[in-house]
């Protein structure tokens, strides 16, 4: 009786596996390589689909973040512009108070001598009613006494939410708000009475000035130290999110050099099963 000779070879599954190994690896060094080109470890949503929603969030958040610093830094200026301003109306009030002094004086001085002191104060207080009426910021009146224009209190975003929100207040300083108009009844120094009543009022108005830089000051701290907050914020952000999306290199070399060690590999056996083939074929003297 003749028996059939069965031959693997026909098949060659040896050589199916070899292959269907080399796809993968090759899919693997495909991936590591846009990891390491790229810096990023989610290439595709497939390879982490929950970290990348997560990723994506905090993408948001550290934008968000990153704009309110800037928010924050703009909030610093703007207050820091009406205090300059209020600290050169503080000096033009200390020269009006030292002419009023001066004025009271009704020992030595005369008529003449008051006013010549008078042009200069009313001189200064038309300066203090310019100076509040054009200082601004980015076209935003700022200490201005004309109830359209008035800055008043406004909201400034400091945060990456709806709800991160504060209040920025700076109130009109001129002449007129501070009851030293120019001019105005009763507001010069062209008697010794009136002088005094000048004095009176100036100290008034440098309450109100050194009142409005003080709350200033308060505020500008306030901003600094919600600048300091959100730096710390974007910092532990930027770190959690880079242990989640960004490639860690050393372990994706790591595996590039295994993929491209198994391909090898994986090459080595597809030829050696061919090569056990064309054995077979040589035992049947083809």
Do not use: C, H, W
Request: net charge negative.
């Amino acid at each position: 009786m003749q028996m059939a000779l069965g031959i693997g070879g026909t098949s060659n599954s040896t050589s199916l596996f070899a292959q269907n190994a080399l796809r993968i690896n090759n899919l693997l060094f495909q991936r590591t390589s846009a990891q390491l080109s790229s810096g990023m470890r989610m290439i595709s949503g497939a390879i982490d689909p929950s970290g990348l929603a997560i990723s994506m969030q905090m993408r948001s958040q550290i934008g968000g973040t990153d704009q309110a610093i800037y928010n924050t830094q703009d909030n610093i200026n703007l207050v820091r512009t009406a205090d300059a301003q209020l600290d050169t109306q503080g000096d033009i009030l200390n020269r009006m108070r030292d002419l009023a002094v001066r004025a009271g004086n009704d020992a030595t001085l005369t008529d003449s001598d008051r006013a010549r002191l008078d042009a200069e104060y009313q001189s200064l207080a038309t300066e203090l009613n310019r100076q509040g009426r054009s200082n601004t910021y980015n076209t935003k009146q700022l200490t201005t006494d004309v109830p359209a224009d008035q800055y008043g209190t406004q909201s400034a975003q400091v945060g990456a939410n709806s709800g991160d929100a504060m209040g920025v207040t700076i109130n009109p300083s001129t002449a007129d708000s501070m009851g030293i108009t120019a001019g105005g009844s009763g507001q010069d120094l062209l008697t010794g009475a009136s002088a005094r009543d000048a004095i009176d009022r100036i100290d008034t108005a440098i309450d109100q000035v050194s009142t409005q830089r003080a709350s200033l000051g308060v505020q500008e701290n306030r901003f600094n130290y919600v600048a300091n907050d959100l730096n710390v914020q974007r910092i532990n952000m930027t770190e959690a999110n880079s242990r989640l999306a960004d490639t860690n290199f050393a372990e994706t070399i790591s595996e590039q050099t295994r993929a491209i060690l198994l391909s090898k590999v994986s090459i080595a056996a597809m030829s050696q099963s061919n090569a056990q083939g064309f054995g077979v074929l040589s035992l049947l003297g083809k």
